[in-house]
């Protein structure tokens, strides 16, 4: 049974460009949120992807967009990069039902390095 | 606003030592839910409890205990006889009951947890 995977898993940007972050979520989840996690913080919300549309959305900026694939799978994008969006990008599914009651289930993260 | 606050930043102890991770949350909601994550030096967030806001039995899995007060908003982690394997990051969580199936998780900063053989 496979985990939340993600994709790359380490990329260097720079300030300006535009970058597109990959997830497939568990097999069977319907559900994708994105976290970001800075050095020595906890993950911060993005986003929430279900039925291919944004279901709820954190305090990021615009820059930050999202889309959600039939397959279930998701990718995040990030615009004008700036040196601040440095961080662990966390992928985590879940089942969008009652019984699921927010457990979610994380990849290993992809670490962006804005220079 | 949902708020977690993890007072503790860096706990060391020597291995077998019994440890407690403290969270202290806030909420307005009526119905909610507390996690704990344990985050290794891999990065992958792994889950480790969910407890509703209903249920207030404590927890014990293994060497793993939770103990959850709703008087005092928290829900603390104790390892028993720590091992090394223990040595990570933790993360205490909160979720409401939001839209359905929304559950956006709120973490607090996390206390990172060294085991010294």
């Known amino acids: 049974d496979a985990g939340v995977t993600q994709s790359p898993t380490h990329l260097i940007k720079t300030r300006g460009q535009q970058v597109t972050l990959r997830c497939s979520p568990k097999?069977?989840?319907?559900?994708v949120s994105w976290y970001q996690q800075a050095l020595g913080q906890g993950p911060q919300f993005i986003f929430q992807y279900y039925e291919e549309e944004e279901r709820q959305r954190g305090n990021f900026p615009d820059r930050f967009s999202g889309h959600q694939f039939p397959n279930y799978s998701s990718e995040l994008n990030v615009n004008a990069l700036l040196l601040g969006d440095s961080a662990l990008y966390l992928c985590?599914?879940?089942?969008?039902?009652?019984?699921?009651?927010?457990?979610?289930?994380f990849g290993p993260g992809t670490r962006l390095t804005v220079t | 606003a949902q708020k977690v606050t993890q007072a503790q930043t860096e706990i060391s102890v020597v291995e077998k030592e019994d440890v407690t991770l403290d969270c202290v949350y806030e909420t307005r909601d009526t119905t909610y839910y507390l996690f704990w994550y344990k985050q290794p030096p891999s990065g992958e967030l792994v889950f480790l409890i969910r407890?509703?806001?209903?249920?207030?039995q404590n927890e014990i899995s293994g060497r793993y205990s939770w103990n959850f007060q709703k008087s005092t908003s928290s829900f603390n982690f104790t390892i028993t006889a720590s091992q090394v394997v223990d040595s990570a990051v933790y993360f205490c969580a909160l979720s409401d009951d939001g839209a359905a199936g929304s559950y956006q998780l709120t973490f607090g900063k996390g206390t990172k947890l060294s085991v010294i053989p």
């Open positions: 985590a599914s879940s089942l969008a039902t009652y019984r699921a009651k927010g457990e979610q289930y």
């Open positions: 097999s069977g989840h319907d559900t």
């Open positions: 407890r509703n806001s209903f249920d207030e």
